[in-house]
């Protein structure tokens, strides 16, 4: 079946450890984004990428790196977990910038102690 | 920065009650985007409107666009327990078109 697919889908982190969330897609689209969602505060973009092999920072980018080497996958890294960033985080995808459908993943459950 | 100002946030009400939820910006938007998201999933989209004053229905749901394409709406006519959920609008914001949420509704329908 064709979508995304996020992993692990639930983890538990000490901080100060680094930890790498996958991201992959079969659906070739150009677009790929990493959201967080946090009770009271919404959806918020973390990077974005319009197409392999550029980046760029959303709303709340501190403490996460992202990279595009192809056009399946987009891993986000958070390089040293601090408790802030404990959240539910869920990749997406669209086929274009403008007026298009995202497809979203199942969510990682992020848990930094 | 583009803002999307959703109301209400919380909504309990019984089946068979009508509602309507809110979706507001002081920024045009090229469209509006309305996504539900169940509990352990991703959203998923319900609907896309584009033109200012468009309405789009689906079964028991109606979208409408603002004629200055700044704000949206849902109404949800005889709700059911499976409407319960959180309905998101979001839009295509900034110049790089990335799509931007409101805060969200969460709906929750009692049988």
């Known amino acids: 079946i064709a979508g995304i697919t996020q992993a692990p889908t639930s983890q538990i982190l000490a901080a100060g450890r680094r930890m790498t969330l996958r991201c992959t897609q079969d659906?070739?689209?150009?677009?790929m984004y990493w959201y967080r969602q946090d009770l009271g505060l919404g959806l918020r973009l973390i990077h974005y990428?319009?197409?392999?092999?550029?980046?760029g920072k959303g709303e709340v980018p501190d403490g996460y790196s992202v990279s595009r080497a192809n056009t399946d996958d987009f891993p986000l890294t958070l390089a040293s977990a601090v408790p802030s960033q404990t959240s539910v985080y869920f990749c997406?995808?669209?086929?274009?910038?403008?007026?298009?459908?995202?497809?979203f993943g199942q969510g990682t459950r992020l848990t930094v102690v | 920065t583009q803002l999307l100002e959703q109301s209400p946030q919380f909504l309990s009400i019984q089946e068979g009650e009508n509602l309507t939820v809110y979706c507001n910006s002081s920024?045009?938007?090229?469209?509006l985007q309305w996504y539900r998201q169940e509990p352990g999933e991703g959203p998923v989209l319900l609907v896309t409107?584009?033109?200012?004053?468009e309405v789009k229905k689906l079964k028991r749901l109606t979208f409408q666009f603002g004629d200055a394409r700044k704000d949206s709406s849902l109404h949800i006519t005889a709700a059911q327990p499976g409407d319960t959920g959180l309905y998101l609008c979001a839009g295509d914001g900034g110049s790089q078109g990335n799509l931007i949420f409101g805060k969200g509704t969460k709906l929750s329908v009692k049988p």
């Open positions: 659906m070739r689209h150009n677009a």
């Open positions: 990428s319009n197409t392999a092999g550029t980046t």
């Open positions: 920024s045009v938007f090229s469209s």
């Open positions: 409107v584009v033109t200012g004053g």
């Open positions: 997406a995808s669209k086929a274009g910038r403008l007026n298009t459908e995202a497809f």
